[in-house]
């Protein structure tokens, strides 16, 4: 059993910048990704990273706008994000699989809904 906290989400401006952490409580051998849910909308895919951190991915609204890496020592996650736009307002949730065969660009595919998921940080984008 992982278990996912998420922190760094609140209120900015449009144009500024956020970083959001996840901490797992356990060594994740497993890529890990962020996903978000906006009101009134499905939860989708935003990032997702390979175990060993060589491999990324990203919806398209997000590309050159954000950055995930990970630090396996401390079993984080991190999400970067700059120039945020009212758009990107959702809470954030990250996610890891289930197990060692859970690949980021599996994570990627669509519909990913397996694995261990945190509660969430609210991103709030201001116009």
Known sequence: Q??????GGGLVQTGDSLRLS?????????????FRQAPGKEREFVAS?????????YTNSVKGRFTISRDN???????QMNSLKPGDTAVYYCATGPSR?????????????????GQGTQVTVSS
């Open 101 to 117: 065969f859970t690949t980021a660009q599996a994570m990627a595919a669509g519909g990913y809904d397996s694995g261990y998921w």
């Open 73 to 79: 020592a401390k079993n984080t996650v991190y999400l």
């Open 22 to 34: 996840c901490v797992a409580s356990g060594r994740t051998f497993s890529a890990m990704g962020w």
């Open 2 to 7: 992982v278990q996912l906290a998420e922190s």
């Open 49 to 57: 990273i390979s175990v060993a951190g060589s491999s990324t991915y």
